[in-house]
């Protein structure tokens, strides 16, 4: 009896070491994974294109205007909320607010308090003319630069220094070249003088080797539409950028471009499901077919580099132009539809899509509040989930998290009959007001 007694403690104290081992070794493999990771941080090569990063443009005002700064709280609760629904990748707009710098800290402290926490940024840099969004006594001036367009890249450079963990794009501009943009377009010659110092900065060693320049814009800026913009500094700068951001909108061109919105007289005889379904699907060709437009361009000049969705997205309400007096576009059925099938086709081609965007902001058209931009959001502003999101609703991606002190919930209560009943069919094709 003794004897196997002893025997059997012994096995017991070798179990009890090798399972202290085990754990051991497990909690050394983790500790040195995350090392590993700090160590060789993750660049934009390796997070655009690929589907397990999720990227969406992301403000986080709550309010019908930018005075008020969302706080760092605010800002950490919004964090919690994208990551939970898989996105990894935010696209901001500008540095001239405290909104961008904050967005970085709240960022860093989540990543303090949990080590698995992941959120990468591409920066904005705003630029404009000179005079822009003068609307008193002085016209644009696209012949000139504004004068604070140094201290945006500069802010931008410092701010990229600072948190070159997180900050792993630099975007000159937003919607700066393309032409209707008449309060502050500029000429390609300037966002390429921006691109080229920031290039520099990569090459001296000031900015990480490793981090993108590129500039986010219309297709057409990018060489995808009419001729005129087929620039000699236009093709400077699709060789100087890293990669190209482009920006389709279908839902804009519903109005400006109706041709493939617009039913056709046969398809009359369908179900208003299956004619809002197909109207959808044309969306989504279209926006492919943008997308290839600006490949065929950049091919055609013998530059071969990615091409990313800079800005794409659709929106659930519109008083004017979209809605019902209009287009008939707007409505959270057409915008959940447009949400899947974009994120289905650029997962599966390894395109990155910053999908616009991850919370309604009413400050966009604060002089009318059913307007078409203040209704892009995934989320309302209160957090409810709109038709794209129920089904993460449902499976509790959400559980725990709230905004503005409100659960995440599903609009319309989760009532499918009841959010039908707000959608219209698109316009037959040459019918009679």
Not at 42 to 59: C, H, Q, R, V, W
Not at 66 to 94: C, F, H, W
Not at 278 to 291: C, E, N, P, T, V
Request: a negative charge; one cysteine or more; hydrophobic letters at 35%.
């Amino acid at each position: 009896m003794n004897i196997k007694g002893n025997i059997l403690r012994l096995v017991r104290i070798a179990l009890c070491f090798c399972i202290i081992s085990f754990v051991f070794n497990c909690n050394n493999k983790e500790k040195n994974a995350i090392a590993s990771n700090q160590k060789n941080p993750l660049s934009a090569k390796d997070i655009l294109g690929n589907p397990e990063y999720l990227a969406i443009s992301y403000g986080g005002y709550r309010k019908n205007t930018r005075d008020i700064q969302p706080t760092k709280k605010e800002l950490k609760e919004d964090m919690r909320i994208l990551s939970a629904m898989g996105v990894k990748i935010l696209r901001t707009y500008n540095v001239h607010l405290d909104q961008a710098a904050n967005l970085l800290a709240a960022i860093k402290a989540i990543k303090e308090e949990d080590q698995n926490f992941e959120m990468y940024v591409m920066l904005g840099i705003w630029i404009d003319c000179k005079n822009a969004f003068n609307w008193e006594n002085t016209e644009p001036d696209h012949n000139q630069e504004s004068e604070r367009n140094p201290i945006e890249v500069s802010t931008a450079v410092q701010l990229a220094k600072q948190y070159p963990d997180i900050v792993k794009i630099l975007s000159v501009g937003n919607e700066a070249m393309v032409k209707w943009a008449t309060a502050y377009y500029v000429h390609p010659s300037v966002i390429l003088k921006w691109v080229n110092h920031l290039q520099d900065l990569k090459a001296s060693g000031e900015l990480p080797k490793d981090l993108w320049i590129t500039s986010s814009d219309n297709f057409a800026s990018w060489g995808g539409g009419s001729t005129e913009y087929h620039v000699d500094d236009l093709n400077k700068l699709i060789n100087a950028v890293d990669y190209i951001s482009m920006h389709t909108y279908p839902m804009h061109d519903t109005h400006y471009n109706p041709n493939f919105w617009e039913i056709p007289k046969e398809s009359t005889a369908q179900s208003k499901m299956d004619i809002v379904d197909s109207a959808m699907l044309r969306s989504k060709l279209y926006a492919i077919d943008q997308y290839k437009s600006v490949k065929k361009y950049m091919k055609s000049l013998g530059i071969d580099k990615p091409i990313h969705i800079g800005e794409t997205g659709w929106s659930s309400f519109s008083s004017e132009l979209y809605g019902y007096n209009g287009s008939k576009a707007t409505d959270e059925y057409k915008e959940g539809l447009y949400y899947n099938h974009i994120r289905t086709w650029t997962n599966a081609e390894g395109i990155s899509c910053f999908y616009f965007e991850a919370f309604d902001e009413n400050w966009k058209d604060k002089t009318n509040p059913k307007g078409s931009e203040n209704h892009f959001g995934l989320f309302t502003i209160d957090g409810q989930a709109k038709y794209a999101l129920w089904d993460l609703v449902d499976q509790g991606v959400f559980e725990g998290l709230s905004r503005n002190g409100k659960t995440i919930a599903k609009t319309y209560n989760g009532d499918f009959d009841l959010l039908m009943k707000d959608v219209r069919i698109p316009k037959q094709k040459d019918a009679v007001e």
